[in-house]
């Protein structure tokens, strides 16, 4: 009886000290889940402290770069009231391996902005369209192709032209842009002999599905008679008019050196006569031609 009695009690003991195990093994494990819970806590409050530090961080330094947009707005404003008048240089035709870099070149010398018509393009020459971006210029559009008689059979071929190129560049640069220049401009007679009174329609046509056309009013002719870049200089530099907006058709199609020779004289003249220079943008109102077709 007695071995019977202390048997129960051994068991006893045994299943109390069992008991005092488990209660401490849940209080361990609680201690760690709470320790665990905590910590999880505090990092998700750190990460969330950081997600809103660097969204204020952020929203400052959209305000400041607003800011600083809007005060070199003025600047510009300011120096284009005193001047005698604002220079828009514009080159179509390229990208090319040999003119455009060269240009670029001069233009960032010499601290000028201005706007590139550009086609189509390989991925050979996708670094000269990411400069232009880069270096601030204006990429505008000219077409997928040149060629007139895939551009005009209708307005809606040359709107597609003008969407192909828009499309590769956007790929290019994540810009949508919506200045256009038409391919032998907007008074073009050549376009008649595909489509009569395409370009009539064009006209109205780009402007309702928010593209803005330019064409020219100073033309160096480099892509006509123009054989020197002396003749380039005469021409552009004759052609500017103060108290206007003076575009001027240049080209970067591959070899035209009398313009790379002649465009930092052409910027020295336009300096010391008091004009400013400008690149294109959508704000800019547009210069154009009368319509021919």
């Known amino acids: 009886m007695e071995e019977f009695i202390r048997s129960n009690k051994r068991q006893l003991n045994y299943k109390r000290v069992l008991l005092v195990v488990v209660i401490i093994i849940i209080i361990i494990l609680l201690a760690i889940f709470s320790i665990v819970i905590k910590h999880n806590h505090n990092k998700a409050e750190q990460m969330r402290i950081e997600a809103t530090k660097?969204?204020?961080?952020?929203?400052?330094?959209?305000?400041?770069?607003?800011?600083?947009?809007?005060e070199e707005l003025k600047k510009e404003k300011q120096e284009e009231e005193n001047a005698?008048?604002?220079?828009?240089?514009?080159?179509?035709?390229?990208?090319?391996?040999?003119?455009?870099?060269?240009?670029?070149?001069?233009l960032k010398d010499r601290n000028i902005k201005a706007t590139f018509f550009v086609l189509h393009y390989d991925e050979n020459h996708e670094q000269f369209i990411k400069r232009e971006k880069n270096e601030g210029h204006t990429i505008a559009l000219h077409g997928y192709s040149h060629k007139y008689s895939e551009v005009y059979p209708s307005a809606?071929?040359?709107?597609?032209?003008f969407r192909k190129i828009k499309e590769q560049v956007y790929q290019t640069t994540g810009i949508e842009s919506k200045i256009i220049r038409f391919p032998g401009?907007?008074?073009?007679?050549v376009s008649k002999k595909y489509c009569e009174g395409v370009m009539t329609e064009l006209v109205t046509r780009v402007v309702d599905e928010g593209y803005r056309y330019?064409?020219?009013?100073?033309?160096?002719?480099?892509?006509?008679?123009a054989k020197t870049s002396q003749d380039i200089y005469n021409n552009v530099t004759s052609?500017?008019?103060?108290?206007?907006?003076?575009?001027?058709?240049?080209?970067?199609?591959?070899?035209?050196?009398?313009?790379?020779?002649?465009?930092?004289?052409?910027?020295?003249?336009?300096?010391?006569?008091?004009?400013?220079?400008?690149?294109?943008?959508?704000?800019?109102?547009m210069v154009t031609h009368g319509v021919n077709n």
Request: hydrophobic share 35%; proline share 4%; with cysteine.
């Open 54 to 70: 660097k969204a204020e961080e952020e929203e400052i330094m959209k305000i400041a770069i607003e800011t600083q947009k809007i």
């Open 239 to 285: 052609g500017i008019k103060p108290e206007r907006n003076n575009v001027v058709l240049m080209h970067d199609f591959a070899g035209n050196h009398k313009t790379i020779e002649a465009l930092n004289d052409i910027i020295n003249w336009g300096l010391e006569q008091g004009y400013v220079f400008r690149r294109i943008t959508e704000e800019t109102p």
């Open 156 to 161: 809606d071929t040359c709107l597609e032209n």
């Open 185 to 189: 401009g907007s008074s073009n007679i």
């Open 214 to 225: 330019f064409d020219w009013n100073v033309d160096s002719d480099d892509a006509g008679h």
């Open 84 to 106: 005698t008048g604002i220079i828009y240089l514009t080159f179509d035709d390229g990208p090319t391996s040999d003119s455009t870099p060269q240009i670029l070149d001069i």
